[in-house]
C-alpha cells in the first residue's frame, strides 16, 4: 500500500509537485487518474474508478455541479467531500482513506513530512520551515491568477490580463530578489519551495503556447519578459528542469516553453 494516494487528471503540474519531492526522499506516492477530459466519467472518491454510461446520469446521488477548470456534471462520493471539502484534485489521502489533504503545495508538504530521511526539503527546523512556508503561499496567490488567467485564454479581457500581469510582477520581482542572495528560492539548499514554484511558474508559462489565442484578443503573453527582466529566475527554472528527477516531468514543459 502507497503511503499517499492521489486522484486527479492527468498529466497535471499540480500532482508533478508531489512526484519530484517522493523521488527525492524515498516516499511512495500513487497516482489514480485519467486525462483531463475524462475525469468527468469518474466516480471521485478514495477508491476512484471509471463509471459505466449508466451510472453517469445528472440524478446520479454522486452527480456535483463542477466548480473550477471542469464543465458540467462530475460524480463526487459524500465521503470524497468529507475528504475534500472543496472537491478539487489534485486530492491526495492518507493510505487508509482516512485523511485527504489538497491544495498541492499541502500534498507536497505531506508527501516530505512522511519521508524518514534526512532530507532538509522541508528546512531544519521551524524557522527554515516557516520560510519554505512563505515562498509556498506566495506561490499559491500566484498559481491561483494564473489559473484563472489560463482558463480565460480563449476570451482574455482586460481586468483578467491586468491581474495576471500584477501579480507576475510581484511574485516573479520576489523570485528574482530571493535568487540574488541565496542559491535556491528558500536558502542554499534545494527545497519545496523550489520544487512547488518550479512546476506553478512552468505551468503560467504555457501562456506561451497560446500566444495566438491571446493576440486574437489583442494580448501578448505576460512572460515575454522573463529572460530579460528575470534572469536569475530563468536560470534557475534551467537548471532545476535539466536534474534527471524534474526532467522526466518538466523537460518537454522547458524545451516547449523556454526553449533549449
Ligand atoms: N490550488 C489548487 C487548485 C485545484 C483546483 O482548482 N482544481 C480544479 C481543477 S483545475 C478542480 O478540481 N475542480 C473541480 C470542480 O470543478 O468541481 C491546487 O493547487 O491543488
Same mark, same amino acid.
Given at each position: 500500500?502507497?503511503? %499517499?494516494?492521489?486522484?486527479?487528471?492527468?498529466?497535471?503540474?499540480?500532482?508533478?509537485?508531489?512526484? %519530484?519531492?517522493?523521488?527525492?526522499?524515498?516516499?511512495?506516492?500513487?497516482?489514480?487518474?485519467?486525462?483531463?477530459?475524462?475525469?468527468?466519467?469518474?466516480?471521485?472518491?478514495?477508491?476512484?474508478?471509471?463509471?459505466?454510461?449508466?451510472?453517469?446520469?445528472?440524478?446520479?446521488?454522486?452527480?456535483?455541479?463542477?466548480?473550477?477548470?471542469?464543465?458540467?456534471?462530475?460524480?463526487?462520493?459524500?465521503?470524497?467531500?468529507?475528504?475534500?471539502?472543496?472537491?478539487?484534485?489534485?486530492?491526495?489521502?492518507?493510505?487508509?482513506?482516512?485523511?485527504?489533504?489538497?491544495?498541492?503545495?499541502?500534498?507536497?508538504?505531506?508527501?516530505?513530512?512522511?519521508?524518514?530521511?534526512?532530507?532538509?526539503?522541508?528546512?531544519?527546523?521551524?524557522?527554515?520551515?516557516?520560510?519554505?512556508?512563505?515562498?509556498?503561499?506566495?506561490?499559491?496567490?500566484?498559481?491561483?491568477?494564473?489559473?484563472?488567467?489560463?482558463?480565460?485564454?480563449?476570451?482574455?479581457?482586460?481586468?483578467? $490580463?491586468?491581474?495576471?500581469?500584477?501579480?507576475?510582477?510581484?511574485?516573479?520581482?520576489?523570485?528574482?530578489? $530571493?535568487?540574488?542572495?541565496?542559491?535556491?528560492?528558500?536558502?542554499?539548499?534545494?527545497?519545496?519551495?523550489? %520544487?512547488?514554484?518550479?512546476?506553478?511558474?512552468?505551468?503560467?508559462?504555457?501562456?506561451?503556447?497560446?500566444?495566438?489565442?491571446?493576440?486574437?484578443?489583442?494580448?501578448?503573453? %505576460?512572460?515575454?519578459?522573463?529572460?530579460?527582466?528575470?534572469?536569475?529566475?530563468?536560470?534557475?527554472?534551467? #537548471?532545476?528542469?535539466?536534474?534527471?528527477?524534474?526532467?522526466?516531468?518538466?523537460?518537454?514543459?522547458? #524545451?516547449?516553453?523556454?526553449?533549449?
Amino acid at each position: 500500500m502507497a503511503d %499517499i494516494r492521489i486522484f486527479s487528471y492527468l498529466p497535471n503540474p499540480r500532482v508533478w509537485k508531489s512526484l %519530484i519531492a517522493a523521488e527525492l526522499c524515498n516516499v511512495d506516492v500513487e497516482v489514480i487518474g485519467d486525462k483531463p477530459a475524462a475525469l468527468g466519467s469518474w466516480l471521485w472518491d478514495f477508491n476512484a474508478h471509471q463509471l459505466s454510461e449508466d451510472e453517469r446520469s445528472d440524478d446520479s446521488p454522486y452527480a456535483r455541479k463542477s466548480r473550477r477548470g471542469f464543465n458540467g456534471t462530475l460524480f463526487k462520493t459524500d465521503a470524497f467531500l468529507e475528504a475534500h471539502p472543496f472537491g478539487t484534485v489534485p486530492a491526495a489521502f492518507s493510505s487508509d482513506g482516512n485523511v485527504g489533504v489538497f491544495e498541492s503545495n499541502s500534498i507536497l508538504r505531506a508527501v516530505v513530512r512522511t519521508s524518514a530521511e534526512d532530507h532538509g526539503l522541508y528546512g531544519y527546523d521551524h524557522q527554515s520551515a516557516s520560510r519554505v512556508d512563505s515562498f509556498l503561499d506566495a506561490d499559491l496567490v500566484f498559481a491561483r491568477e494564473a489559473q484563472v488567467y489560463l482558463l480565460a485564454a480563449d476570451n482574455m479581457d482586460q481586468a483578467t $490580463a491586468e491581474r495576471m500581469a500584477a501579480a507576475y510582477e510581484f511574485f516573479l520581482n520576489g523570485l528574482e530578489q $530571493a535568487l540574488t542572495t541565496s542559491h535556491y528560492i528558500a536558502g542554499d539548499e534545494l527545497t519545496i519551495a523550489d %520544487i512547488g514554484i518550479c512546476c506553478d511558474v512552468f505551468q503560467f508559462l504555457r501562456e506561451r503556447l497560446l500566444a495566438s489565442k491571446l493576440a486574437s484578443n489583442g494580448f501578448t503573453p %505576460i512572460s515575454d519578459d522573463l529572460e530579460v527582466q528575470y534572469p536569475q529566475v530563468t536560470q534557475h527554472l534551467r #537548471q532545476l528542469s535539466t536534474r534527471p528527477v524534474f526532467n522526466q516531468y518538466l523537460g518537454r514543459e522547458l #524545451q516547449r516553453t523556454l526553449g533549449p
